[in-house]
């Protein structure tokens, strides 16, 4: 399989990378860090995601070096949130045009080279904020849930040419995404770091699973536990779920006392 994977430098990005090509798939590895010396599975590439010249030049590199692309794995993204009042709406601009626009530009990208293959999936690393929206995480949980519906847009809009399109939902898991976090309210900064810092699930962890649910052909991952439970709690007792989000929206009250 001939895949790409943007943000790939680190984290879930670089977990996927090392599975893929330990599975003796061809990867092309992106991300804004500088490109690491390539191997015989990995070849790797400067690509900005808010860059349509980048992503046009990663296409041309594929085409003419593979001849065409199995999986388009949209993982590149930020970190960003707070409450209401705090978020700025250059923040929200910031983190639309990379965990959103970004995963338009890439997908827009290949989908004419997947069309006329008539195979190949695209894979868009959301998160369980998409699905489940705690209070303080305005910005996080729109983008994330637009990621989410774009996703399943795609996938029905593709399905007759082959193309699939795959949604993936983790909860928090221990990763380098917090580095990129901006935002006025740090209180919730400090709170969210430190579920993410002390989550015993690993990026190796999500990546393992990602790959075991595109084998089985799904178009949403949740790929672990918390993420499972907190969504069936969503979709089975509506009344329960928003009396744990307004109990959480309680105690962020009650820090600012």
Known sequence: ????????????????????????????ATDLADPAPAT???AHRRLDVRSEEDWAAAR?????????????????????????????????????????????????AFVPLMKAQGSGR????????GL?????????????AAVVAFSETTAHELAPYGVGCTAVCPSYFRTNLMSSLRG?????????????????????DIAAAVLEGLDSGAELILPDE????????????????DAQMRATAARVKDRDA
């Open 122 to 129: 695209i894979v868009n690393i959301a998160s369980l904020a």
């Open 60 to 108: 041309d590199w594929v085409e003419s070096t593979w001849g065409g692309l199995d999986l388009l794995v949209n993982n590149a993204g930020v970190a960003g949130g707070g409450r209401i009042e705090l978020c700025s709406l250059d923040e929200w601009e910031w983190i639309f045009d990379i965990n959103l626009f970004g995963v338009v530009r890439g997908t827009r």
């Open 132 to 144: 489940v929206h705690p209070p303080g995480m305005g910005s996080y949980n729109a983008v994330k």
């Open 1 to 28: 399989m001939r895949a790409l994977v943007t943000g790939a430098a680190s984290g879930l990005g670089l977990a996927l990378v090392r599975r893929l090509a330990a599975r003796g798939d061809q990867v092309l």
């Open 226 to 241: 918390p993420a499972k439970a907190a969504y069936a709690l969503k979709l089975a007792d509506r009344a329960a779920y």
């Open 184 to 204: 006025g309210d740090a209180d919730l900064a400090a709170h969210v770091t430190h579920l993410v810092e002390q989550s015993p699930i690993s990026a190796d």
């Open 40 to 42: 015989d599975a990995v």
